[in-house]
């Protein structure tokens, strides 16, 4: 049975209640993130940051949205930014941070990818974040549906065809998805379901997932090498804070996270006010009619290299290959055969390899912009099957990669 | 033991109960987003085929999706192929392609080109020829027919009469 005792300040009747200075220990002042990491590490950080930015800008634009297919486009394009004050700047900065997010999650992946930092009890930190990745990717097609603008209403039918499954014709599940035969009112409705509860719960309670699957590994460090965390924040707390090789996470860690953040703020609001446009389809200006299709049909810039992975082949191998794309990274911690968890550049092959897949992605990206024309054409086929035959020789070059953790970690 | 069995007995009692909520809930969730009955209900569309002028493409609407006529010249019936007729709408003696304008590959709608009797579209690159055969990949298979009865001068579409039947049974359209 808890004995309380009259308190003696406000934080002692919390303590007694909530054991909110042990809780700050664990969450805060006690978890312990090693020295040696630069600030690519902080990428987390800002991505939580530009998530209550989505969260805070999507608020308010929810107050004067309308899910209707009659008004919907005039709810966004004439209430939002023409009537209500400052609501063109909760568009824009919804509209910047959700392109904006997919960047800092592609360098915040790769940087996970060159330091090895899905390896070696850190499993679960790379699947629950490609599972976040996928997650605010239906966050980010069903948010576009909601301006029912033309590119709109046609990524919504490109999009809901691919579930007919090509020579399946699974027609009828098409139409389920959509709750008619085009987007129409039920489409819009639902898809802004899943926009504003479903899809941000769900991404609330992964992130949730991602925070607890660091805590037992803890982060990874420039070097991949393997710290005692117990032994090291001892060492800390004794007093030798110059010889541990570990920091608290709050304020020690957090003021140079933060300092990363109020960059990458300058940058991000740079783009708000002067540079929004990129975000800002022009053919999305347009209304959504059934009756023409834009010239040119393409994703978000964060979408078009699995995009082209999909349109150079027949439809049932481009949607093989499509599935294959989305899906291939969550498995990279077990494709990837070799003990080391060291950066890339001292990986022998796996150096060439990480290198190649990021040029390749670049290449895809490019592509996926471009008419699918000539040389343009080929450039994408050849792109996409170097994409999908580094993945297959990924556990071929690192099951005969030569072991090097053990240099690391005597010296 | 007594208590075992028991705390067992009302585990797999709740466990029941709630095995058929869940499946009841499913029926219902999936049911939820069926397309309504409105919906469904809605869409015959009836064309006066008389119309048309040859070699221009009119796009009409049937259940929100665009559907192409295109009334074909002379020379286009005389030079197309059994395959390409097997696909011709004839009525009076005026050949038809009538097909849904939905690219076969995702969807988009394919523009007509006059000049060269193609239509290409502009996602994927996809190209169809005058009668909606596929003349270059990724597209799977000709533009779809949409279910449709000749009846005198005016095409249906939405019901089904003989003509699509047969197209139907020898695989022309799916």
Same mark, same amino acid.
């Given at each position: 049975?808890?004995?309380?005792?009259?308190?003696?300040?406000?934080?002692?009747? #919390?303590?007694?209640?909530?054991?909110?200075?042990?809780?700050?220990?664990? #969450?805060?002042?006690?978890?312990?993130?090693?020295?040696?990491?630069?600030?690519?590490?902080?990428? +987390?950080?800002?991505?939580?940051?530009?998530?209550?930015?989505?969260?805070?800008?999507?608020?308010?634009?929810?107050?004067?949205?309308?899910?209707?297919?009659?008004?919907?486009?005039?709810?966004?394009?004439?209430?939002?930014?023409?009537?209500?004050?400052?609501?063109?700047?909760?568009?824009?900065?919804?509209?910047?941070?959700?392109?904006?997010?997919? #960047?800092?999650?592609?360098?915040?992946?790769?940087?996970?990818?060159?330091?090895?930092?899905?390896?070696?009890?850190?499993?679960?930190?790379?699947?629950?974040?490609?599972?976040?990745?996928?997650?605010?990717?239906?966050?980010?097609?069903?948010?576009?549906?909601?301006?029912?603008?033309?590119?709109?209403?046609?990524?919504?039918?490109?999009?809901?065809?691919?579930?007919?499954?090509?020579?399946?014709?699974?027609?009828?599940?098409?139409?389920?998805?959509?709750?008619?035969?085009?987007?129409?009112?039920? &489409?819009?409705?639902?898809?802004?379901?899943?926009?504003?509860?479903?899809?941000?719960?769900?991404?609330?309670?992964?992130?949730?997932?991602?925070?607890?699957?660091?805590?037992?590994?803890?982060?990874?460090?420039?070097?991949?090498?393997?710290?005692?965390?117990?032994?090291?924040?001892?060492?800390?707390?004794?007093?030798?804070?110059?010889?541990?090789?570990?920091?608290?996470?709050?304020?020690?860690?957090?003021?140079?996270?933060?300092?990363?953040?109020?960059?990458?703020?300058?940058?991000?609001?740079?783009?708000?006010?002067?540079?929004?446009?990129?975000?800002?389809?022009?053919?999305?200006?347009?209304?959504?009619?059934?009756?023409?299709?834009?010239?040119?049909?393409?994703?978000?810039?964060?979408?078009?290299?699995?995009?082209?992975?999909?349109?150079?082949?027949?439809?049932?191998?481009?949607?093989?290959?499509?599935?294959?794309?989305?899906?291939?990274?969550?498995?990279?911690?077990?494709?990837?055969?070799?003990?080391?968890?060291?950066?890339?550049?001292?990986?022998?092959?796996?150096?060439?390899?990480?290198?190649?897949?990021?040029?390749?992605?670049?290449?895809?990206?490019?592509?996926?912009?471009?008419?699918?024309?000539?040389?343009?054409?080929?450039?994408?086929?050849?792109?996409?099957?170097?994409?999908?035959?580094?993945?297959?020789?990924?556990?071929?070059?690192?099951?005969?990669?030569?072991?090097?953790?053990?240099?690391?970690?005597?010296? | 033991?007594?208590?075992?069995?028991?705390?067992?007995?009302? +585990?797999?009692?709740?466990?029941?109960?709630?095995?058929?909520?869940?499946?009841?809930?499913?029926?219902?969730?999936?049911?939820?987003?069926?397309?309504?009955?409105?919906?469904?209900?809605?869409?015959?569309?009836?064309?006066?085929?008389?119309?048309?002028?040859?070699?221009?493409?009119?796009?009409?609407?049937?259940?929100?999706?665009?559907? &192409?006529?295109?009334?074909?010249?002379?020379?286009?019936?005389?030079?197309?192929?059994?395959?390409?007729?097997?696909?011709?709408?004839?009525?009076?003696?005026?050949?038809?392609?009538?097909?849904?304008?939905?690219?076969?590959? #995702?969807?988009?709608?394919?523009?007509?080109?006059?000049?060269?009797?193609?239509?290409?579209?502009?996602?994927?690159?996809?190209?169809?020829?005058?009668?909606?055969?596929?003349?270059?990949?990724?597209?799977?298979?000709?533009?779809?027919?949409?279910? &449709?009865?000749?009846?005198?001068?005016?095409?249906?579409? +939405?019901?089904?009469?003989?003509?699509?039947?047969?197209?139907?049974?020898?695989?022309?359209?799916?």
């Amino acid at each position: 049975m808890a004995h309380f005792t009259k308190a003696t300040s406000v934080k002692d009747w #919390l303590n007694q209640r909530l054991a909110i200075e042990k809780v700050e220990k664990v #969450l805060a002042s006690e978890y312990w993130i090693p020295k040696n990491i630069n600030f690519l590490w902080a990428m +987390g950080m800002v991505l939580v940051v530009t998530f209550v930015f989505l969260l805070v800008s999507g608020l308010f634009l929810l107050m004067y949205y309308q899910a209707n297919i009659e008004t919907a486009f005039y709810s966004v394009n004439f209430t939002i930014m023409r009537e209500v004050d400052f609501g063109w700047l909760w568009r824009h900065v919804h509209g910047v941070a959700a392109s904006v997010v997919f #960047l800092i999650m592609y360098i915040h992946m790769f940087t996970g990818i060159y330091y090895g930092s899905y390896k070696k009890g850190r499993e679960m930190i790379w699947i629950s974040g490609m599972l976040l990745f996928i997650t605010f990717s239906a966050e980010a097609f069903s948010g576009y549906m909601l301006p029912w603008g033309q590119m709109s209403y046609w990524a919504g039918m490109v999009i809901t065809n691919l579930f007919s499954g090509g020579s399946l014709h699974a027609d009828g599940l098409v139409e389920w998805i959509r709750g008619d035969y085009v987007p129409a009112q039920a &489409f819009l409705t639902r898809f802004f379901m899943l926009h504003v509860v479903l899809l941000p719960l769900a991404i609330i309670g992964l992130i949730g997932l991602h925070f607890a699957a660091l805590r037992i590994p803890h982060v990874n460090n420039q070097d991949g090498e393997e710290l005692d965390f117990e032994a090291e924040s001892k060492k800390y707390l004794a007093g030798d804070k110059a010889g541990s090789k570990v920091m608290r996470f709050a304020n020690d860690f957090m003021s140079k996270d933060m300092m990363v953040v109020g960059v990458y703020l300058i940058f991000f609001f740079y783009l708000v006010f002067y540079n929004y446009g990129f975000a800002m389809d022009p053919v999305n200006f347009d209304p959504a009619d059934g009756l023409k299709t834009p010239t040119h049909i393409y994703p978000e810039w964060y979408f078009l290299w699995s995009y082209e992975i999909l349109r150079p082949f027949s439809i049932d191998i481009g949607l093989i290959a499509f599935a294959f794309a989305q899906v291939i990274f969550i498995f990279l911690p077990f494709l990837d055969r070799s003990p080391n968890s060291v950066p890339a550049n001292r990986r022998g092959l796996f150096k060439f390899w990480f290198w190649g897949m990021l040029v390749d992605m670049i290449i895809l990206t490019s592509m996926g912009k471009l008419p699918p024309e000539g040389i343009f054409s080929t450039i994408g086929l050849i792109a996409a099957l170097v994409f999908i035959a580094m993945w297959i020789v990924l556990p071929l070059i690192t099951k005969n990669e030569k072991q090097v953790q053990g240099e690391i970690d005597e010296k | 033991m007594k208590n075992d069995s028991r705390r067992g007995f009302m +585990g797999k009692a709740f466990g029941a109960v709630a095995a058929v909520g869940a499946i009841g809930s499913f029926v219902a969730m999936k049911k939820s987003w069926d397309p309504l009955p409105s919906v469904k209900a809605a869409g015959f569309t009836t064309l006066d085929m008389s119309v048309y002028k040859e070699n221009k493409l009119v796009t009409e609407k049937w259940r929100g999706k665009p559907i &192409f006529i295109l009334k074909k010249t002379a020379e286009m019936v005389a030079k197309q192929t059994e395959e390409q007729k097997a696909r011709d709408i004839v009525i009076g003696d005026a050949h038809f392609m009538v097909s849904i304008g939905l690219c076969t590959h #995702l969807g988009c709608i394919p523009a007509y080109k006059e000049s060269d009797e193609a239509f290409k579209c502009a996602c994927h690159g996809g190209e169809f020829d005058f009668s909606g055969e596929v003349t270059k990949v990724p597209p799977p298979r000709a533009l779809d027919i949409p279910p &449709f009865r000749i009846d005198g001068n005016t095409l249906v579409l +939405g019901e089904v009469g003989p003509e699509y039947t047969a197209m139907k049974e020898t695989g022309i359209t799916l």
